[in-house]
């Protein structure tokens, strides 16, 4: 059974900056698409970035250079550095994986391209 816990998410000060993990368990995470979205209150799910199994990564355009996306297979683990954060950047992230994108392993994909998803970890930012 594939699981996706994110944490890291809190409450920080505008220019600030915050590391959110998603642990992995039951696959074989190294093989897996691996990507960040994230979801204002009144708004969509949106891409943020991904990474494929060999460690390429792909930002949606507005987060590239504020952003960074990494994963340690050893630990199973993503991440997602985010710094100089906004106040629009509060949402609620998530973490997604899929097995079936391959060589299409993007943020831009659309949601329903990621079959497994964690809970969430909220991302506060204030002015």
């Known amino acids: 059974q594939v699981q996706l816990v994110e944490s890291g998410g809190g409450s920080v000060q505008a220019g600030g900056s915050l590391r959110l993990s998603c642990a992995a368990s039951?696959?074989?995470?190294?093989?897996?698409?691996m990507g960040w979205f994230r979801q204002a209150a009144g708004k969509e799910r949106e891409g943020v970035a991904a990474?494929?199994?060999?460690?390429?990564?792909k930002y949606v355009d507005s987060f590239k250079g504020r952003f960074t996306i990494s994963r340690d297979n050893a630990k199973n683990t993503l991440y997602l550095q985010m710094n100089s954060l906004k106040p629009e950047d509060i949402a609620m992230y998530y973490c997604?994986?899929?097995?079936?994108?391959?060589?299409?392993?993007?943020?831009?994909?659309?949601?329903?391209?990621?079959?497994?998803w964690g809970q969430g970890t909220q991302v506060t930012v204030s002015s």
């Open positions: 990474i494929d199994s060999r460690g390429t990564t």
């Open positions: 997604a994986a899929d097995f079936q994108i391959g060589g299409l392993c993007s943020a831009y994909q659309p949601i329903s391209a990621f079959g497994y």
């Open positions: 039951g696959y074989t995470y190294s093989s897996a698409c």
